[in-house]
């Protein structure tokens, strides 16, 4: 009898010991599963915030540049849409007088990169650019070409009008207004717009019109001459001395269309713009100065 009880309670003894580690494996295992399920909440919750920080709002900048910037700007637009996926940037290249226009009108526009002062004082005294946003970012110098190879007796602006035609851009665009004063000041103003003028609409008309051999003589900008090496040659410069170099501003446009998005972005391409070292060695090769006081 007793060893019946002794047994019992050794039984008892046992399955109470048995219970209490089953209980407590069941419990270590509960609490490993509710610690694995929070990591991997957690790990969700992160994807999601950095997944949703990458996905940034589209912006799109309209951006009117003067037509001489276009080869380096295309360059720089690359570089920056491929820092930032969410912006595209859109380019409208012309004179600097048509694109004041355009601006004028209404057209959409988010920055104006002018190729002189004239057209953006003028935008700024009537409203349509944002306050204290305007930078005289660069300078370029006028330049006489003619057709590469072909014979001239051209051979300074002094001795332009011995030749049988010019390509000048018209008296809206800065390239056009440089040359007028400059052979104002030279005292042959009458006599250079007495001779066969194909007037273009923007600079590059005028370097197209020298560069196919449609006119004998042209006058561009030391930048675009330098973009086409293997089809217009330099005849002569303008000293600094004679004319004062052509100032490149360039400013934000009060676009009442832009969401605040692109407001923004405007604000950081124009940083970008104006800021960058690595832009500034864009500019500076392809024959730009940069703006000094």
Do not use: W
């Not at 037509?67 to 360059?75: F, R, V, Y």
């Not at 072909?150 to 440089?178: C, H, M, N, R």
């Amino acid at each position: 009898m007793k060893r019946r009880k002794k047994l019992l309670a050794f039984l008892l003894a046992s399955f109470a010991v048995i219970s209490s580690v089953g209980c407590q494996a069941t419990g270590a295992s509960t609490t490993r599963k509710v610690e694995t399920q929070k990591v991997e909440t957690q790990e969700i919750e992160t994807q999601k915030v950095e997944t949703e920080s990458k996905v940034l709002e589209h912006a799109e900048l309209y951006v009117f540049i003067a037509a001489s910037l276009k080869n380096t700007m295309e360059t720089v637009k690359k570089e920056y849409e491929s820092e930032h996926p969410e912006v595209t940037v859109i380019y409208n290249a012309d004179s600097s007088g048509t694109l004041k226009t355009q601006i004028e009108e209404g057209a959409r526009c988010d920055i104006f990169f002018s190729a002189a002062t004239k057209q953006m004082d003028e935008l700024e005294k009537d409203g349509f650019v944002k306050e204290g946003s305007v930078q005289n970012l660069l300078m370029n110098q006028m330049v006489l070409i003619k057709l590469k190879g072909k014979e001239t007796a051209v051979t300074g602006f002094d001795t332009i009008t011995a030749a049988s035609s010019l390509a000048l851009a018209g008296e809206d665009v800065p390239v056009g207004q440089y040359a007028r004063k400059l052979f104002e000041k030279m005292g042959i103003l009458d006599k250079v717009m007495s001779m066969e003028i194909n007037q273009g609409p923007n600079v590059t008309a005028v370097l197209t019109a020298v560069a196919e051999g449609s006119n004998e003589v042209g006058i561009v900008y030391a930048t675009d001459a330098a973009s086409m090496p293997d089809q217009v040659e330099v005849i002569a410069k303008v000293d600094k001395d004679m004319l004062d170099p052509a100032l490149y501003p360039v400013g934000l446009i009060d676009n009442k269309e832009a969401s605040e998005v692109e407001k923004s972005a405007a604000a950081d391409f124009m940083k970008y713009l104006t800021g960058s070292e690595e832009v500034k060695k864009q500019f500076l090769d392809a024959g730009f100065e940069l703006y000094k006081k």
